[in-house]
C-alpha cells in the first residue's frame, strides 16, 4: 500500500530583522502623542480658567455645570449655614471660594456678594476643615479679592444672627426698592409687599 505524503507550498514570511525594534517606535511615538494631547487639554484647561477670569490654583469643585457638581452642598448643622460656591480653587493647603456673577460690575463688590463669599469661607473652614483665607467674586468686567478678616466674619455671624432672628418675626419689612429683586426673589408670590 502505498501513501501519498501532501506537501503545502507557500510563501514564507520574511523575517524581519527587528519586529520588537518596530513595536518600540510605535510605542515610543504613541507615548509621545499622548504627551502632546495631555499638554493641549492642560494649556486648553488654563486659558478657559483665565477667560473665565479665575485665579490660578487646581479647580477641585464647580458648581457652574452639572456634571461636576458635588452630590451635596457645604453644610454645617451647629450654625445652621447652607451653600454651594461656583467654584473652589485648591492653592497649597488653602481652598479658595469663588463666586461669579452675572449683569453689572460694580465699582465696588455688593455687601450682600461679600457676605455670601464669606459664608463659603466659613462653611469650607467649618466643614471641610481646611483654611480658606481669602475668596474671589468675579463680575463681568472685574474680580475682587475679598480677604476674611476677623472683622468680615464677625459681621457676618452678626448678619446670620439678624437673619435667624427675622425668621421668628410675623411681619419682616422688605429692606429694598428695587423691582428687579422682587422679580428675582423666591418669596415673590407669598410676599404682600412685592414690587413686581
Known sequence: MTSRVRF?????????PNRFGTIKKM????????????????????????????????VVYMDMDTAHTL????????????GKPDYILEQGEALIPVEVKTGHTPQQPYPGHVYQLAA????IQRVLGRPAPYGF?????????IEFTPRLMDELLAVLAALRADEE?????????????????????ICNQRLA
Open 71 to 82: 452630590a451635596r452642598p457645604l453644610y454645617d448643622p451647629h450654625i445652621g449655614l447652607v
Open 8 to 16: 503545502r507550498i507557500g510563501i514564507i514570511p520574511r523575517a524581519t
Open 27 to 58: 510605542l515610543v511615538w504613541l507615548g509621545f502623542t499622548l504627551l502632546l494631547l495631555g499638554m493641549w487639554f492642560l494649556l486648553r484647561a488654563r486659558g478657559l480658567q483665565q477667560r473665565a477670569g479665575l485665579p490660578t490654583g487646581r
Open 137 to 145: 467674586l468675579r463680575y463681568p468686567q472685574a474680580t475682587f479679592r
Open 120 to 123: 463659603y469661607g466659613l462653611l
Open 169 to 189: 418675626r410675623e411681619d419682616v419689612p422688605r429692606s429694598h426698592n428695587h423691582p428687579a429683586r422682587c422679580r428675582a426673589c423666591g418669596f415673590r408670590e
